[in-house]
C-alpha cells in the first residue's frame, strides 16, 4: 500500500512494550507486534510477566506493508497475536534463523544485508542481546536501519545491550536523524546479573555516539522483567545534557519527523 502524503515525513508511534508503527516513504512499518494482554507467559525457561496490554489492536493500525522482527524467540517481542498478524503482512523482515522459523513471507537478512521496500533500503544490523557471553545464548537479534532519497535515515536498535555495536552502527551509517531505541534495562534471573536491553544512562550514551537529532524510547514498559521505566530514561538524557535529542513518546502517543 502506497501513501502518497506526507512521505518525506517520518512518523513514529508508540502501542506499548517493543512495538512500534513507523510511517516511512509512503510505507507502514511495524516494528516486534506484540497484542497480547497482561498475563504470565511461558518462553524456554522463563516465565515473562506483561503487566500491560497494547493500546492499538492489529484492527486499529490498519494495513501493514512491511513487519520488523528483530527476533523471533522471545515472547516479549512477538507474541501469539503479533504471529498472526505478521501472517498477514506482505513483506517481513527478520534474522535468517527466524526467517526459517516464520517461513514466507519471511525474509531472514544477516547484518548488513539490505532489501528494497519501494523508495525505501531496509538494512538489517548487529544487536548483541545482553553481555557478549549471554547474548550469545540468547539467540540471534538484529536491528533495522532505514534508509530513502530525501527522507530521515531511521535506526531501530532491537534488543540490543552494547554501546560497542552502537559505534558499529553508527559508524557504517553517519546520517542516522531518527533512533528508536530498545530501553527498559531488562534483566532476568536465568540470565544473571546482566542488562539484555540499554539502561537509560546507556542510552543517552548510544544516543551521543550515534549524533541522532531525535531517540525515541521504546520496550520501556509493559513487563515485569523490565527495571527502568520512562522517567529513568528522562532523567539520563536530562543528566547528559540531552533533554532536546530525547522524544519521550508514552504508548499512544506519536511524532512526526
Same mark, same amino acid.
Given at each position: 500500500?502506497?501513501?502518497?502524503?506526507?512521505?518525506?515525513?517520518?512518523?513514529?508511534?508508540?502501542?506499548?512494550?517493543?512495538?512500534?508503527?513507523?510511517?516511512?516513504?509512503?510505507?507502514?512499518?511495524?516494528?516486534?507486534?506484540?497484542?497480547?494482554?497482561?498475563?504470565?507467559?511461558?518462553?524456554?525457561?522463563?516465565?515473562?510477566?506483561?503487566?500491560?496490554?497494547?493500546?492499538?489492536?492489529?484492527?486499529?493500525?490498519?494495513?501493514?506493508?512491511?513487519?520488523?522482527?528483530?527476533?523471533?524467540?522471545?515472547?516479549?517481542?512477538?507474541?501469539?497475536?503479533?504471529?498472526?498478524?505478521?501472517?498477514?503482512?506482505?513483506?517481513?523482515?527478520?534474522?535468517?534463523?527466524?526467517?526459517?522459523?516464520?517461513?514466507?513471507?519471511?525474509?531472514?537478512?544477516?547484518?548488513?544485508?539490505?532489501?528494497?521496500?519501494?523508495?525505501?533500503?531496509?538494512?538489517?544490523?548487529?544487536?548483541?542481546?545482553?553481555?557478549?557471553?549471554?547474548?550469545?545464548?540468547?539467540?540471534?537479534?538484529?536491528?533495522?536501519?532505514?534508509?530513502?532519497?530525501?527522507?530521515?535515515?531511521?535506526?531501530?536498535?532491537?534488543?540490543?545491550?552494547?554501546?560497542?555495536?552502537?559505534?558499529?552502527?553508527?559508524?557504517?551509517?553517519?546520517?542516522?536523524?531518527?533512533?528508536?531505541?530498545?530501553?527498559?534495562?531488562?534483566?532476568?534471573?536465568?540470565? %544473571?546479573?546482566?542488562? @539484555? +536491553?540499554?539502561? =537509560? $544512562?546507556?542510552?543517552? /550514551? *548510544?544516543? &551521543?555516539?550515534? !549524533?541522532?537529532?531525535? #531517540?525515541?524510547?521504546?520496550?520501556?514498559? %509493559?513487563?515485569?522483567? @523490565? +527495571?527502568?521505566? =520512562? $522517567?529513568?530514561?528522562? /532523567? *539520563?538524557? &536530562?543528566?547528559? !545534557?540531552?533533554?532536546? #535529542?530525547?522524544?519521550?513518546?508514552?504508548? %499512544?502517543?506519536?511524532?512526526?519527523?
Amino acid at each position: 500500500m502506497n501513501r502518497e502524503k506526507n512521505v518525506n515525513e517520518v512518523t513514529v508511534r508508540a502501542i506499548g512494550g517493543p512495538t512500534t508503527v513507523i510511517d516511512y516513504a509512503g510505507r507502514r512499518y511495524v516494528v516486534d507486534p506484540t497484542f497480547d494482554g497482561p498475563g504470565s507467559y511461558r518462553n524456554g525457561p522463563v516465565t515473562a510477566t506483561k503487566l500491560a496490554g497494547p493500546v492499538a489492536t492489529p484492527e486499529e493500525l490498519g494495513p501493514v506493508d512491511v513487519v520488523l522482527v528483530s527476533h523471533d524467540h522471545h515472547i516479549d517481542n512477538f507474541d501469539v497475536s503479533g504471529r498472526a498478524y505478521t501472517r498477514q503482512a506482505p513483506r517481513v523482515f527478520t534474522t535468517a534463523a527466524g526467517a526459517a522459523r516464520l517461513g514466507s513471507p519471511a525474509t531472514g537478512l544477516r547484518p548488513f544485508e539490505h532489501a528494497e521496500v519501494g523508495d525505501a533500503r531496509v538494512t538489517a544490523v548487529p544487536a548483541l542481546h545482553g553481555s557478549p557471553e549471554v547474548g550469545l545464548g540468547n539467540g540471534p537479534v538484529v536491528g533495522f536501519v532505514l534508509e530513502a532519497e530525501g527522507r530521515p535515515t531511521v535506526y531501530i536498535s532491537g534488543d540490543n545491550a552494547s554501546l560497542d555495536v552502537v559505534a558499529v552502527v553508527a559508524e557504517r551509517f553517519p546520517a542516522i536523524e531518527v533512533a528508536v531505541l530498545n530501553v527498559g534495562a531488562a534483566k532476568i534471573a536465568v540470565r %544473571g546479573d546482566v542488562f @539484555l +536491553t540499554l539502561t =537509560a $544512562d546507556l542510552a543517552a /550514551r *548510544a544516543a &551521543a555516539l550515534l !549524533g541522532a537529532r531525535a #531517540v525515541v524510547p521504546a520496550h520501556q514498559d %509493559g513487563w515485569a522483567h @523490565l +527495571t527502568q521505566g =520512562a $522517567d529513568d530514561v528522562v /532523567r *539520563a538524557f &536530562a543528566e547528559a !545534557g540531552l533533554p532536546g #535529542v530525547l522524544v519521550d513518546l508514552r504508548p %499512544g502517543d506519536s511524532a512526526t519527523f
